[in-house]
């Protein structure tokens, strides 16, 4: 914290908060908008996407998968239609991201689109944005139809022999929406199951069974930016494997809750929450850290993360000292994810916040595989009763052994998401849970505790 | 099944055991083949793969190889190094391929059981004791294998629908539904009928009919048998009978020339179900709603239990008599039929020939559904085929025995099940002649009958039939038929005997085939009853390739002269 506060640099966001600045085409044509496209156009699809391989972009979802490899990966001979879809289903717990660009910049995501749709040979592209957003489907419905008629989408793009037709679909409220595969199904207009893989990978079965790309829609902002400065000198901000800005969502007990584009990299997770946030409320303590949206192992507020990177150099870090990147997160046992730091001081029941979390997944659950279905209503059920008066001494160690019941054995990686709060949770804060039997608060609130 | 002539076979490594296996089939069925058994439940080798239940996870992994060179990476001992997969992975998607290692009883693929059969439990009413499918249920038997014996579960279990009617057949108990979408596969990949599905989501996902539709084709039951625990139960077998008291005999459904496969359960000489018998050649593991039902024919109330002479009942061999005086000396002609097993319809021809009688035989048809109920309603009639009954397809009347008799050449009648009122003869041309019937149930031609032999249902004897792809197929004896009857076999072998010098003499259904061995024109081949206990025989059909069968493209069936044989 002594080093000099490093300045946001915004990139995705540049315009979006800028007060003369609306989400209609004419703001986005006046900042130089669309005119990546017409300089993708004047490169081979092939060379689009090299530049995006180069680039070093990972996907900012959740998983940090490399953009560029994903493409790569696409089945180009089997001769079927290619698809490319946005994921939009926005639904990680302490993630608002994606909504922020799509509200007040939705053409930087259309421009992104066509492109990477120019690259992959995509004729058809679909926006899934998840329920809630209506008012932003209701934007991005009419950003597609300025665009459309100013011939940056649709037929016959910038008067070339291009054609990518780009729909809207909206979600009906599940979480699950958000893995690319149930999204693919729910696109398909069925329940949204996860498929198995193998052998469903988007990228040789996906949307109708043809060859499929599903980026996010940070990701799919990031490719204009690639194609204005170009894979090599994109893969110079933030850091080797780490490259470009990320919009880091704050919430939780800060002062200062809210989004923040950085450079990967370029501050810690001690400077987000004491300098960019404004530090905790007067008077409490920091207890606790999710630092990529709920799914993202909790991270205990004096543990210590030491162990040595890839490149061989050791690293010993407390929490705030772990370096907001891909890298850092996964390097002390969790992981960047979505970019949704939730924040927890003192105050905070970690039985009553593990009962929340569990909640959550219990609900989101689609019910296809048994672990995930049956273990994650289990842990809820347990962490409910805890909150309610019912803890036994127990009750830690059989919600990790539920909880390592799931893990790796699900067909999405839902099972993860729902058991590795748990892990972390018990594991690092055992003492809470077994306080709650041994110690009965007696506090007739928790009776009806209201769980998300 | 799989023979290995035309299937490539590849080398795996099972539980550290090089094993050869067919390339391409997936890890449950390769682990099978050498005595393995991974436990599944929403895996069914006639459906697709879902992979939801994750009870098959197994340990998979493959030779490492080094990316730059392309050579096999070797442990210190010289063994080729295993890069094995570092979660389990389900076996019924994992398909096989040359040098894959696979651990199916590993410390890790215990664990991985455990915890699902834990998870499986946790919300399971554990109502075995008034659960129909207690004894033949796969939650049971693999909960002796990986269950824990007490529970770790304190919470209230999940509550859902108790008795849903999802159509006329099925009843469906939510609570014990372990979510393993059989039912909903099975529905839209082998009914063709798109009616179930999944409602709600987590943990409180329920089984149900879409709105304002029911699961009420012909196959609807089928689902209650790939069920693997007790939420899908047949309303009619539905708290009936404990299975452990079934006893289980293998037939075939006698409803069309699909010739279904079957195991009919029955307890001290009483049906109470029928169910369908894997044949990979035949109907998989189908049958249809309809077959199911034929046992209530056995105690039906038109059913013939006494022989009787001008409607008054007498000892079956007084009737027998009754019959060769009937039939001796009279111009008389046999009315046959393609409901007749092999065996029958092997005497019946004798019988015609020695007599010199005419025979006479019709068809019953009905609509094709394509998949195992065929257009022609009958088990046989490629059995009248073979065993020379007749040389033409039969049409769906009597009209070339109603001419006869209108001419008045014939006197008597061996009808042979067949009702001839309901296949276009008139009754005043019966008038004239006297009829021995030879039936299992009552219809109009036997109440005009002066001589009634009752014979026994498909149920109560053994005996074969050749299917529409010409596969001979065997049935035992499930049930004893009523007191003092015979099998049509024995009945016919009488009248025989009273009608012509020589006596026909069999001890056992084999020497019927060699009495039709001795014919010329015979073209059942060498083959007789007892090969074909164990699996049907393919007989050639290409002699009838000019007939025009009734039937159209099924499952596992081409039609006779189509070019696409399969």
């Given at each position: 914290?002594?080093?000099?506060?490093?300045?946001?640099?915004?990139i995705i966001?540049?315009?979006?908060?800028?007060?003369?600045y609306?989400?209609?085409i004419?703001?986005?044509?006046?900042?130089?908008g669309?005119q990546?496209?017409?300089?993708?156009?004047?490169?081979k699809?092939?060379?689009?996407?090299?530049?995006?391989?180069?680039?070093?972009v990972?996907?900012?979802g959740?998983a940090?998968?490399?953009?560029?490899?994903?493409?790569?990966?696409?089945?180009?001979?089997?001769?079927?239609p290619?698809?490319?879809?946005?994921n939009?289903d926005?639904?990680?717990?302490?993630t608002?991201?994606?909504?922020?660009?799509?509200?007040k910049?939705?053409?930087?995501?259309i421009?992104?689109?066509?492109i990477?749709a120019?690259?992959?040979?995509?004729k058809?592209?679909?926006?899934?944005?998840?329920?809630?957003?209506?008012?932003g489907?209701?934007?991005?419905?009419r950003?597609?139809?300025?665009?459309t008629?100013?011939?940056f989408?649709?037929?016959?793009?910038?008067?070339?022999?291009f054609?990518?037709?780009l729909?809207v679909?909206?979600?009906?409220?599940?979480?699950?929406?958000g893995?690319?595969?149930g999204?693919i199904?729910?696109?398909?207009?069925?329940r949204?199951?996860?498929?198995?893989?193998?052998?469903?990978?988007?990228?040789?079965?996906?949307?109708?069974?043809?060859?499929?790309i599903?980026n996010?829609?940070?990701t799919?902002?990031n490719?204009r930016?690639?194609?204005?400065?170009?894979?090599?000198?994109?893969?110079k901000?933030?850091k080797?494997?780490?490259?470009?800005?990320?919009?880091?969502?704050v919430s939780?007990?800060?002062m200062?809750?809210g989004?923040?584009?950085?450079?990967?990299g370029a501050?810690?997770?001690?400077?987000?929450?004491f300098?960019?946030?404004?530090?905790l409320?007067?008077?409490?303590?920091l207890k606790?850290?999710?630092?990529?949206?709920?799914s993202?192992k909790?991270?205990?507020?004096?543990?210590?993360?030491?162990?040595?990177?890839?490149?061989?150099?050791?690293?010993?870090?407390?929490?705030?000292?772990i370096?907001?990147?891909f890298d850092?997160?996964?390097?002390?046992?969790?992981?960047s994810g979505s970019g949704?730091?939730?924040?927890?001081?003192?105050?905070?029941?970690?039985?009553q916040a593990?009962?929340?979390v569990?909640?959550?997944?219990?609900?989101?659950s689609?019910g296809?595989?048994?672990?995930?279905?049956?273990?994650?209503l289990?842990?809820?059920k347990?962490?409910?009763r805890?909150c309610?008066?019912?803890?036994?001494?127990?009750d830690?160690?059989l919600l990790?052994?539920?909880?390592?019941?799931?893990?790796?054995?699900?067909?999405?990686?839902?099972g993860?998401a729902?058991?590795?709060?748990?892990?972390?949770?018990?594991?690092?804060?055992?003492?809470?849970?077994?306080?709650?039997a041994?110690?009965?608060?007696?506090?007739?609130?928790?009776?009806?505790l209201q769980?998300? | 099944?799989?023979s290995?002539?035309?299937?490539e076979?590849?080398?795996?490594t099972?539980?550290?055991?090089?094993?050869?296996?067919?390339?391409?089939?997936?890890?449950?069925?390769?682990?099978?083949?050498?005595?393995s058994e991974?436990?599944h439940?929403?895996?069914?080798?006639?459906?697709?793969v879902?992979?939801?239940?994750?009870m098959?996870?197994?340990?998979?992994g493959t030779?490492m190889?080094d990316?730059?060179?392309?050579?096999?990476?070797?442990e210190?001992?010289?063994s080729?190094?295993?890069g094995w997969?570092?979660?389990?992975?389900i076996?019924?998607?994992?398909?096989?391929?040359p040098g894959?290692?696979?651990?199916?009883?590993?410390?890790?693929?215990?664990?991985?059981?455990?915890?699902?059969?834990?998870?499986?439990?946790?919300n399971?009413p554990?109502d075995c004791?008034?659960?129909d499918q207690a004894?033949?249920?796969?939650l049971?038997e693999?909960?002796?294998?990986?269950?824990?014996?007490?529970?770790?579960?304190?919470?209230?279990?999940?509550?859902?629908?108790?008795?849903?009617?999802?159509?006329p057949r099925v009843?469906?108990?939510?609570?014990?539904?372990?979510?393993?979408?059989?039912?909903?596969?099975?529905?839209?990949?082998?009914?063709?009928?798109?009616?179930?599905?999944?409602v709600?989501?987590?943990?409180?996902s329920?089984?149900?009919c879409?709105?304002?539709?029911?699961?009420?084709n012909?196959?609807?039951?089928?689902?209650?048998?790939?069920c693997?625990?007790?939420?899908?139960?047949?309303?009619?077998?539905?708290?009936?009978?404990?299975?452990?008291?079934l006893?289980?005999?293998?037939?075939i459904c006698?409803?069309s020339?699909?010739?279904?496969?079957?195991?009919?359960?029955?307890?001290?000489?009483?049906?109470?179900?029928?169910t369908?018998r894997?044949n990979?050649?035949?109907?998989d593991?189908?049958?249809t709603?309809?077959g199911?039902?034929?046992?209530?024919?056995?105690?039906?109330?038109?059913?013939?239990?006494r022989?009787?002479?001008?409607?008054?009942?007498?000892?079956l061999?007084?009737?027998?008599d009754?019959s060769?005086?009937?039939l001796?000396?009279?111009r008389?002609g046999?009315?046959?039929?393609?409901h007749s097993?092999?065996e029958e319809?092997?005497?019946?021809?004798?019988?015609?020939d020695r007599?010199?009688?005419?025979?006479f035989?019709?068809?019953h048809?009905?609509?094709?559904?394509?998949?195992?109920l065929?257009?022609?309603?009958?088990?046989?009639?490629?059995?009248?085929?073979?065993?020379g009954?007749?040389?033409?397809?039969?049409?769906?009347?009597?009209?070339d025995?109603?001419?006869?008799?209108?001419?008045?050449?014939?006197?008597?009648?061996?009808v042979?099940?067949?009702?001839l009122?309901?296949s276009?003869?008139?009754e005043?041309?019966?008038?004239?002649?006297?009829i021995?019937?030879?039936?299992?149930?009552?219809?109009q031609s036997?109440?005009?009958?002066e001589?009634?032999?009752p014979s026994?249902?498909?149920?109560e004897?053994?005996?074969?039939?050749?299917?529409?792809?010409?596969?001979?197929q065997?049935?035992?004896q499930?049930?004893?038929g009523?007191?003092g009857?015979?099998?049509q076999?024995?009945?016919l072998?009488?009248?025989i005997?009273?009608?012509?010098?020589?006596?026909v003499r069999?001890?056992?259904?084999d020497?019927?085939?060699?009495?039709?061995?001795?014919d010329?024109k015979?073209l059942l081949?060498?083959?007789?009853?007892?090969?074909?206990?164990?699996?049907?025989i393919?007989?050639n059909?290409?002699?009838?390739?000019?007939l025009?069968f009734?039937?159209?493209a099924a499952?596992?069936?081409?039609?006779?002269g189509?070019?696409?044989?399969?």
């Amino acid at each position: 914290m002594s080093q000099q506060l490093p300045k946001e640099r915004r990139i995705i966001l540049k315009n979006a908060d800028n007060p003369d600045y609306s989400n209609r085409i004419n703001c986005y044509l006046r900042e130089g908008g669309y005119q990546n496209l017409k300089k993708a156009f004047g490169m081979k699809p092939e060379e689009v996407g090299e530049e995006v391989l180069k680039s070093g972009v990972r996907g900012r979802g959740g998983a940090g998968f490399p953009a560029g490899m994903k493409w790569k990966f696409l089945d180009r001979k089997s001769g079927k239609p290619i698809y490319l879809i946005c994921n939009a289903d926005e639904s990680e717990p302490g993630t608002f991201k994606d909504r922020q660009i799509m509200y007040k910049d939705p053409h930087q995501l259309i421009e992104g689109m066509m492109i990477a749709a120019y690259a992959i040979g995509a004729k058809q592209a679909f926006i899934y944005i998840r329920a809630e957003f209506h008012e932003g489907a209701r934007i991005l419905n009419r950003a597609i139809a300025e665009a459309t008629e100013a011939g940056f989408c649709g037929v016959n793009i910038l008067v070339s022999a291009f054609s990518c037709n780009l729909v809207v679909h909206r979600g009906a409220g599940a979480y699950i929406c958000g893995e690319e595969t149930g999204l693919i199904e729910s696109l398909e207009g069925k329940r949204p199951n996860p498929r198995i893989k193998p052998p469903y990978f988007p990228a040789v079965l996906g949307l109708y069974q043809c060859p499929t790309i599903v980026n996010n829609v940070e990701t799919l902002c990031n490719v204009r930016h690639i194609i204005e400065m170009g894979g090599e000198e994109f893969s110079k901000i933030g850091k080797p494997n780490n490259t470009g800005t990320r919009i880091w969502c704050v919430s939780g007990q800060v002062m200062k809750p809210g989004y923040y584009e950085f450079e990967c990299g370029a501050l810690t997770l001690g400077q987000m929450i004491f300098d960019v946030c404004g530090g905790l409320r007067p008077g409490r303590t920091l207890k606790a850290v999710i630092p990529g949206g709920s799914s993202a192992k909790v991270l205990k507020a004096d543990e210590r993360f030491t162990g040595t990177h890839k490149d061989g150099t050791s690293f010993d870090w407390g929490l705030e000292d772990i370096p907001l990147d891909f890298d850092g997160p996964m390097a002390a046992g969790s992981m960047s994810g979505s970019g949704g730091i939730i924040v927890m001081d003192d105050t905070v029941d970690i039985v009553q916040a593990m009962a929340n979390v569990n909640a959550f997944y219990a609900h989101e659950s689609c019910g296809q595989c048994t672990p995930c279905r049956e273990g994650s209503l289990w842990m809820r059920k347990i962490t409910q009763r805890m909150c309610n008066g019912g803890a036994r001494e127990e009750d830690a160690d059989l919600l990790l052994s539920v909880a390592k019941q799931i893990e790796g054995r699900t067909i999405c990686a839902f099972g993860e998401a729902a058991a590795w709060p748990t892990q972390s949770f018990v594991t690092k804060f055992k003492d809470d849970f077994i306080k709650k039997a041994t110690e009965p608060s007696g506090d007739v609130d928790n009776k009806n505790l209201q769980l998300i | 099944m799989i023979s290995s002539t035309d299937v490539e076979m590849v080398t795996i490594t099972l539980n550290g055991k090089e094993v050869e296996v067919p390339n391409g089939i997936n890890a449950v069925e390769a682990a099978a083949l050498h005595g393995s058994e991974v436990p599944h439940y929403c895996y069914h080798p006639k459906l697709s793969v879902a992979g939801n239940c994750r009870m098959c996870l197994v340990e998979m992994g493959t030779p490492m190889r080094d990316r730059a060179t392309g050579d096999s990476i070797l442990e210190e001992d010289g063994s080729p190094k295993i890069g094995w997969v570092p979660k389990p992975v389900i076996g019924c998607a994992t398909n096989v391929s040359p040098g894959m290692h696979l651990r199916t009883e590993s410390d890790l693929v215990h664990e991985c059981r455990e915890g699902i059969m834990e998870f499986l439990l946790v919300n399971h009413p554990l109502d075995c004791p008034i659960c129909d499918q207690a004894g033949e249920c796969r939650l049971q038997e693999f909960a002796t294998d990986y269950g824990r014996g007490y529970s770790r579960y304190i919470e209230r279990k999940n509550v859902k629908p108790k008795r849903t009617r999802l159509g006329p057949r099925v009843t469906l108990d939510d609570e014990r539904c372990i979510l393993c979408s059989r039912c909903i596969r099975f529905s839209q990949e082998v009914a063709k009928d798109d009616v179930l599905g999944f409602v709600d989501r987590g943990s409180f996902s329920t089984l149900t009919c879409f709105p304002g539709k029911e699961l009420s084709n012909n196959y609807s039951l089928n689902t209650v048998d790939i069920c693997p625990v007790g939420a899908l139960t047949s309303t009619d077998f539905r708290f009936k009978m404990r299975v452990w008291f079934l006893k289980e005999t293998k037939s075939i459904c006698p409803e069309s020339s699909a010739a279904c496969n079957t195991t009919i359960s029955s307890r001290e000489g009483v049906i109470q179900r029928i169910t369908p018998r894997r044949n990979d050649l035949v109907n998989d593991t189908w049958m249809t709603d309809s077959g199911r039902e034929l046992y209530k024919d056995v105690r039906s109330e038109n059913r013939i239990l006494r022989p009787s002479v001008n409607k008054i009942d007498l000892p079956l061999n007084e009737a027998i008599d009754r019959s060769i005086q009937c039939l001796t000396g009279k111009r008389i002609g046999v009315v046959a039929s393609c409901h007749s097993t092999v065996e029958e319809q092997i005497l019946t021809k004798i019988l015609a020939d020695r007599t010199g009688a005419p025979i006479f035989i019709r068809g019953h048809f009905g609509e094709d559904d394509g998949i195992l109920l065929s257009a022609d309603r009958t088990p046989n009639l490629r059995g009248a085929l073979a065993t020379g009954l007749t040389d033409t397809y039969p049409d769906d009347n009597l009209t070339d025995l109603n001419d006869v008799l209108s001419r008045g050449e014939l006197d008597s009648l061996l009808v042979i099940n067949e009702d001839l009122v309901g296949s276009s003869v008139s009754e005043e041309n019966l008038d004239n002649v006297s009829i021995v019937y030879l039936g299992t149930h009552r219809n109009q031609s036997s109440e005009l009958a002066e001589v009634v032999l009752p014979s026994l249902t498909s149920f109560e004897k053994p005996g074969s039939y050749l299917n529409r792809s010409f596969i001979a197929q065997a049935f035992e004896q499930a049930v004893p038929g009523p007191v003092g009857l015979s099998p049509q076999v024995e009945i016919l072998a009488q009248l025989i005997s009273g009608l012509s010098d020589e006596k026909v003499r069999y001890s056992n259904l084999d020497e019927i085939w060699k009495l039709a061995h001795s014919d010329e024109k015979n073209l059942l081949g060498e083959i007789t009853f007892s090969d074909l206990l164990l699996n049907g025989i393919q007989i050639n059909g290409s002699a009838w390739a000019h007939l025009n069968f009734a039937e159209k493209a099924a499952l596992h069936f081409t039609p006779l002269g189509d070019s696409s044989h399969d």
